[in-house]
């Protein structure tokens, strides 16, 4: 691999924040600590193969613009093989140590099962080897059960047996060659899972459905041994009306239901969240507070435009409260950051890819430092301990631990008058969160 692909385009050195050169890092340098650990062993950046590779930038009002030189635009199993070599070009210049992809993304879907199977081993063969050349790992696969028009009405949820049969098989495929490849986790995005209208819609299969394909993928797993994190995708809507998996909560709701807790946990998208009404940090908080915050897909979303334009982050207060979470968990285990986001329909150049990364890096260097000397701060910590301390002795223990019955709280009442309730201190809080940023 020798420049083919991004010729003029060095490897993106750390130059410091003084820098000036929109080819190099002003704030993350993987080798610097902060706290036990490497910038990059905290943020585990990967690269998203089908924003990266294979979005042309459309738009629903206009086609394509991307320029990609060495693409020829086919979807032969030899241009799917050379594509390999441009993506890792790509990831070993900006030192991004993981990548992700959807089984479409690397080969293409050919005329049979067999057939597109057979292409997806051969480019397989082909990722492989530039893994090893390289050292690059797959952070996760996962299969794209939502572009081929037979998804049209889902693929798990599909009222048609024969459709979930096709989508089951491409998942064992898909997980197959995730197994092959090293892959440290498996993603599951109910891209169609979902409904257009109830009037149609027999919810309670649908979901039984879903959650056989869940466990069908988790006995396959065992059978192969792979070892790998699976994790679900909350998403509200878009392309469906409503999707089942629309947020944290109704994610891990369907997995306690259908006993799928402990056997997968979520991949957090940040656009996905806003488009389900919710901010990021409570998304990550819901997950992690259940022990199920496993991945994340780091983009952003654009407040006016109101789509999943899946954006490159840049707001420094965004990834701030990212990486609080991120490390409150103590950092991810088979997790990492994955940029599931596409630079505009107006940034078609290759070199745009690079400043789109380098830009989303850039921002969580700064979050990951931020968040990591607001904790070793304290103030917040403090803080927050403070506020509920009243549950730490006394009656509020008894509350806690449930030995207070009504009758209890009433004749403490009774005992004690109007109870004292102090500020909950908001902007004196932001002031400290700004006096790190
Ligand atoms: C789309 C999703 C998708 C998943 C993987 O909105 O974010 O890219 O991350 O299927
Ligand atoms: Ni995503
Ligand atoms: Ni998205």
Known sequence: MSGEFFPGIPTIPFEGPKSRNPLAFKHYNADEKVGNKTMKEHLRFACAYWHTMRNGLADPFGGPTAERPWDDGTDSVE??????WAMFEFMQKTGIEFYCFHDRDVAPELHDLAASNDALDAVADELLQAQNQTGIKLLWGTACLFSHKRYNQGAGTSPYADVFAYAAAQVKKALEVTHRLGGEGYVFWGGREGYATLWNTDMKRELNHLARLLHMAVAHKKKIG?????YIEPKPREPSTHQYDSDSAACLNFLRE??????????????HATL??????HELRVAREAGALGSIDANTGDE???WDTDQFPTNIYLTTQIMMEVLRMGGFTTGGLNFDAKCR???FEPIDLFHAHIGGMDAFARGLKTAHAIIEDGRIDAFVKERYSSYDSGFGARIESGTATLED????????GEPLTRSGRQEMLENIVNEFI
Request: include cysteine; hydrophobic fraction near 40%.
């Open 304 to 306: 006016l435009i109101g």
């Open 226 to 230: 792979f070892r790998g994190a699976f």
């Open 409 to 416: 709280c009433e004749a403490h009442i009774l005992a004690t």
């Open 345 to 347: 329909r107006e940034s």
């Open 276 to 281: 389900a009404g919710h901010t990021m940090m």
């Open 258 to 271: 259908h006993g799928l807790m402990g056997e997968l946990s979520l991949n957090i998208e940040t656009n």
């Open 79 to 84: 241009n799917a093989r050379k594509r390999v």
